[in-house]
């Protein structure tokens, strides 16, 4: 999972943490736009916001189905508007 001492694994091979900082915030609020722009949620759950986090961070790192969150069971992208499946 990437270097310790450097960013966490990623899309980009980047491994300057503020480096990859800058392009997974563009990214990511490119998604956070999307989510605004859709339906409210419909319950507030911890499956929820494991939800919203993996679609918002979709592009960056490998949190895909087959990668469970490292602390707990998320498991990446949900039913939300635009998710990668």
Known sequence: MGDTTGAPENYFGKNDPA??????????TQRLYELESSAPLASFTRDDLCHV??????????????????RGRCDGHGDVPGAVR
């Open 53 to 70: 986090h993996g679609y918002l961070m979709q592009d960056i790192y490998p949190l895909g189905r087959a990668a469970p969150h490292r």
């Open 19 to 28: 480096e990859l900082e800058r392009i997974a915030g563009r990214l990511a």
